[in-house]
C-alpha cells in the first residue's frame, strides 16, 4: 500500500475532527433539544454516555476543555436534570458527574438523531458500500493508529 492512501485518510480525518466541524454537527443534532442541550453541553453528554462516571479533570481530556470548562458545562445540564454529582469514592474532595435517568433519555435522542443523520448522508451510496464502509471504519478504529 503507497503512503498517498494514508496522506488521503489522514486529510478526511483532518477535517472530520476539525473542532468547527464537530461543533457544527453538535448543533445539528441538539436544536430543539431544550436551553441545557446544545453543541457546548453536547461533548460532556456524550462522554458520560461512553464512560460512565467520571470526574470534571478526568473528562476534561475527552471533552478537549480544561475541568473549569467541564465543570461549568456540567452546572448547565445539573440544573437541567441530566446529571447529578456524586461524591468519589475514592477521592472524598471529588465528584463524579453521573448521568441522571433524564440524561440518558436525552442522549438516546442524540444517539438515534446522529444514526439518522449518518444514514441520511449514506443513503445515495450504491447498495452494500455503506454496509462495507461501516465494517472497515470499525476494524480501521479498532486496529488503526488510534489504539
Same mark, same amino acid.
Request: charged letters at 30%; hydrophobic letters at 40%.
Given at each position: +500500500? #503507497?503512503? *498517498?492512501?494514508?496522506?488521503?485518510?489522514?486529510?478526511?480525518?483532518?477535517?472530520?475532527?476539525?473542532?468547527?466541524?464537530?461543533?457544527?454537527?453538535?448543533? /445539528?443534532?441538539?436544536?430543539? +433539544?431544550?436551553?441545557?442541550?446544545?453543541?457546548? @453541553?453536547?461533548?460532556?453528554?456524550?462522554?458520560?454516555? $461512553?464512560?460512565?462516571?467520571?470526574?470534571?479533570?478526568?473528562?476534561? !481530556? #475527552?471533552?478537549?476543555?480544561?475541568?473549569?470548562?467541564? @465543570?461549568? =458545562?456540567?452546572? /448547565?445540564?445539573?440544573?437541567?436534570?441530566?446529571? $447529578? $454529582? *456524586?461524591?468519589?469514592?475514592? #477521592?472524598? /474532595?471529588?465528584?463524579?458527574?453521573?448521568? @441522571?435517568?433524564?440524561?440518558?433519555?436525552?442522549?438516546?435522542?442524540? =444517539?438515534? $438523531?446522529?444514526? #439518522?443523520?449518518?444514514?441520511?448522508?449514506?443513503?445515495?451510496?450504491?447498495?452494500?458500500?455503506? *454496509?462495507?464502509?461501516? =465494517? !472497515?471504519? /470499525?476494524?480501521?478504529?479498532?486496529?488503526?493508529?488510534?489504539?
Amino acid at each position: +500500500m #503507497d503512503n *498517498e492512501i494514508g496522506q488521503e485518510i489522514a486529510d478526511a480525518l483532518g477535517i472530520l475532527l476539525k473542532r468547527t466541524t464537530r461543533a457544527h454537527l453538535h448543533q /445539528r443534532l441538539t436544536e430543539g +433539544m431544550g436551553e441545557a442541550v446544545d453543541d457546548v @453541553t453536547y461533548p460532556v453528554l456524550s462522554a458520560l454516555a $461512553r464512560t460512565g462516571p467520571r470526574s470534571a479533570a478526568d473528562l476534561a !481530556h #475527552d471533552v478537549g476543555v480544561d475541568r473549569s470548562g467541564v @465543570t461549568r =458545562r456540567a452546572s /448547565r445540564l445539573e440544573t437541567a436534570g441530566l446529571i $447529578r $454529582r *456524586e461524591p468519589d469514592p475514592t #477521592d472524598r /474532595r471529588a465528584h463524579l458527574l453521573v448521568l @441522571t435517568e433524564e440524561g440518558r433519555l436525552v442522549v438516546a435522542e442524540l =444517539r438515534a $438523531r446522529l444514526a #439518522d443523520h449518518i444514514t441520511t448522508s449514506l443513503s445515495s451510496w450504491p447498495p452494500g458500500e455503506a *454496509e462495507t464502509f461501516a =465494517r !472497515h471504519l /470499525r476494524r480501521f478504529t479498532a486496529e488503526g493508529p488510534f489504539v
